[in-house]
């Protein structure tokens, strides 16, 4: 029997991540394959797996620098057709990194609404243009095909004035320049999950981790976005793989002034080569950090865990207390020792740990003396931009 299809599309700067949703009428989502495009403008690579994770194509460009997005899109997109046996795809979900202040929803998308996200581009220059390219080839290719975007910045639109803006003079603020927030798709997946998983720290007052590549915190009241650690830019907040997080602004104009940085120099200074590879200079990695002997690995984690642990403070203060703390993302998911370093700097705040839960990456890792329970919750991107793909589509 034909069964409908979602697909779904996160295209970044340097890969292209895609999977295939299956439903039925009143069936639950179901994933088919997913997969991957990485090394764009490098050495690009594909590859596409089971939802259990067993290989099912992979394809290489050794040291083809210029095979470009265009060929690989249309390649990626030529692949799913091909494999979606007795699928009809209905619809193309697309994660869209900048809503700015007038999509605080996922959208169809239509013409005039691409032209809408293309002017939010110097927002999110870095992100967007990436993002937005696919909606255009799908457009093309298939003009009937129902595309939606959904924002990583949406789910924090619940953020009350003092936790959104900046001390800046009013007309910027009104003019956008505030925090947003983003890995919302993520932070919403967790906010949907958690009333299943701890129905009473789900009303009340959690902090979720999300530690991957970028790196994030969400204070979550009732399961409502009111705080973020990231800003304006997805630069903000705590130190990731390659990005600052939070840095003094008067950095950046004393490079600017006194060092005579261009402003490209100081870009690719502040989202590639600082964070965890910035003080390493070993990896953004934190797998390779982990099993690193140099002192500077181990500097690099040390300070990750302590920029946690500061804006854990900030976010129970905007939260006034802590019920749950949650941990997400390729960091947050699988290195029980950062966990354990986290919650240990944390017991002033009633946090503490179940070590041998924690070294089984959970669920629940919470000693039971503690008064605030600790969750590894693994996040589904994906599986949320299908989710509100399909509810667009009724
Ligand atoms: P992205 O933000 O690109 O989606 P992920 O959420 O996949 O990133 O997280 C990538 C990070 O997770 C990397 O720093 C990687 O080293 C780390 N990571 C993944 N698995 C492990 C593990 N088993 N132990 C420690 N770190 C891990």
Redesign the pocket.
């Known amino acids: 029997m034909m069964r409908k299809g979602i697909g779904v599309i996160n295209c970044g700067s340097s890969s292209i991540k895609f999977s295939l949703f299956s439903y039925g009428d009143g069936t639950d989502l179901q994933l088919l394959f997913k997969g991957q495009v990485d090394g764009i403008g490098m050495a690009p690579r594909f590859v596409a797996k089971t939802p259990e994770g067993t290989l099912l194509d992979q394809r290489e460009w050794p040291d083809h620098q210029d095979v470009d997005r265009r060929t690989l899109l249309d390649f990626l997109i030529r692949w799913v057709s091909n494999h979606a046996e007795n699928v009809n795809i209905q619809a193309a979900g697309h994660r869209v990194v900048h809503g700015g202040d007038a999509f605080s929803q996922p959208v169809r998308i239509d013409q005039a609404i691409v032209e809408q996200l293309e002017t939010l581009i110097p927002l999110a220059p870095l992100h967007q243009p990436h993002n937005l390219a696919p909606i255009r080839t799908i457009a093309k290719l298939n003009p009937q095909l129902l595309q939606v975007a959904c924002f990583d910045t949406a789910f924090h639109a619940t953020n009350p004035p003092v936790a959104r803006n900046f001390a800046l003079p009013r007309a910027l603020t009104a003019a956008g320049v505030h925090r947003y927030g983003f890995h919302g798709l993520s932070y919403e997946y967790i906010a949907r999950r958690l009333p299943e998983i701890d129905p009473k720290s789900a009303r009340g007052r959690v902090i979720v981790a999300h530690l991957?590549?970028?790196a994030s915190m969400c204070a979550l009241h009732h399961g409502r976005s009111i705080a973020s650690t990231m800003g304006f830019t997805a630069v903000d907040g705590l130190p990731m793989?390659t990005r600052t997080g939070s840095l003094d602004p008067g950095v950046v104009l004393y490079l600017l002034r006194q060092r005579e940085m261009d402003l490209d120099a100081v870009e690719r200074l502040l989202y590639n080569e600082s964070g965890l590879l910035g003080i390493s200079q070993i990896s953004n990695?934190?797998?390779v950090l982990?099993e690193s002997d140099d002192m500077r690995a181990k500097e690099a984690i040390d300070f990750f865990v302590y920029r946690i642990r500061r804006e854990v403070g900030a976010l129970a203060a905007a939260l006034e207390g802590l019920d749950a703390l949650v941990f997400t993302?390729?960091?947050g998911e699988?290195?029980a020792p950062i966990r354990a370093a986290v919650c240990q700097s944390l017991q002033w705040l009633g946090v503490h740990l179940d070590p041998e839960a924690n070294h089984k990456d959970g669920p629940r890792i919470n000693a039971p003396h503690s008064d605030v329970a600790v969750w590894v919750v693994p996040t589904n991107e994906e599986l949320m931009i299908a989710t509100h793909t399909r509810d667009l589509m009724k």
Do not use: K, S, V, Y
Request: proline share 0%.
């Open positions: 991957g590549n970028g793989g990695d934190m797998r982990i993302a390729g960091i699988h290195a």
